[in-house]
């Protein structure tokens, strides 16, 4: 079975500062990796997502995740935070391909709070 | 805007009673919705696939008969909690994935936060 692990339950970073949010994975096969984020009252949004191809993603408001195969990991980064970032950040996974494509695997969470 | 829109987002409900979530997905068809729950201080845990036209499909540990599903149409697919009990109390969440694409992202619904009370 899969299982996500999340580092850090909760980060606390002035703004500025830079991030870096880890997520390990555990799976044998081929798998789609995401960085979901969750902003107080509001649903889950997509930061980024990695399928194939270069292992260092970029996604929106100036995230990126590198996957590093060999090491089951896929974390995620900011070089500078803002106030806004202060949210709930979710790494999943599913089965590349497949019938359970849609099927996500979800870390506990990180809720990171920024101070102004 | 959003493309998946979930239906309460607050109930509160007394114990012995059954409480219907709706899950629609706006922007396109979905022959396939799942149903997540989130305890507080924990990570979303899947509970179903909702199968449009057939059977849910339900994850290890997941009564079937409490948490009854319905996926009617391509962009509905309805959770009943049936019997709630306090302990059911939780945040329900769903997601839709594009028919037919594989390897594709997933868009979530808003949640409905349940008290059973």
């Known amino acids: 079975a899969q299982s996500v692990s999340q580092h850090n339950h909760h980060v606390i970073l002035s703004e500025a500062a830079s991030l870096e949010l880890g997520c390990n994975y555990s799976?044998?096969?081929?798998?789609?990796l995401f960085w979901y984020v969750q902003y107080p009252g509001q649903h889950l949004q997509l930061l980024l997502k990695?399928?194939?191809?270069?292992?260092l993603v970029k996604g929106i408001k100036g995230f990126e995740a590198e996957f590093i195969k060999s090491k089951f990991s896929f974390n995620l980064r900011k070089p500078s935070v803002q106030w806004s970032d202060t949210a709930e950040y979710f790494c999943?996974?599913?089965?590349?391909?497949?019938?359970?494509?849609?099927?996500?695997?979800f870390g506990q969470g990180t809720i990171l709070t920024v101070h102004p | 805007g959003a493309v998946v829109s979930q239906h309460p987002s607050r109930v509160i409900c007394k114990s012995g009673t059954s409480v219907k979530i709706e899950c629609r997905s706006l922007?396109?068809?979905?022959?396939?919705m799942f149903w997540y729950r989130q305890f507080p201080k924990q990570s979303l845990m899947l509970m179903a696939t909702?199968?449009?036209?057939?059977?849910?499909?339900?994850e290890q540990g997941v009564e079937k008969d409490k948490f009854l599903i319905n996926h009617a149409s391509l962009t509905l697919s309805t959770l009943t909690v049936t019997s709630a009990h306090p302990e059911d109390s939780s945040f329900y969440i769903c997601?839709?994935?594009?028919?037919?694409?594989?390897?594709?992202?997933?868009?979530f619904g808003q949640g409905t936060r349940l008290t059973v009370v």
């Open positions: 909702s199968n449009e036209g057939s059977k849910a499909t339900y």
């Open positions: 799976y044998g096969g081929t798998v789609n």
């Open positions: 922007d396109f068809q979905a022959t396939t």
């Open positions: 999943a996974v599913t089965n590349a391909g497949g019938t359970s494509y849609g099927k996500l695997t």
């Open positions: 990695y399928f194939s191809g270069d292992p």
């Open positions: 997601s839709v994935t594009r028919a037919g694409l594989m390897n594709t992202e997933a868009f």
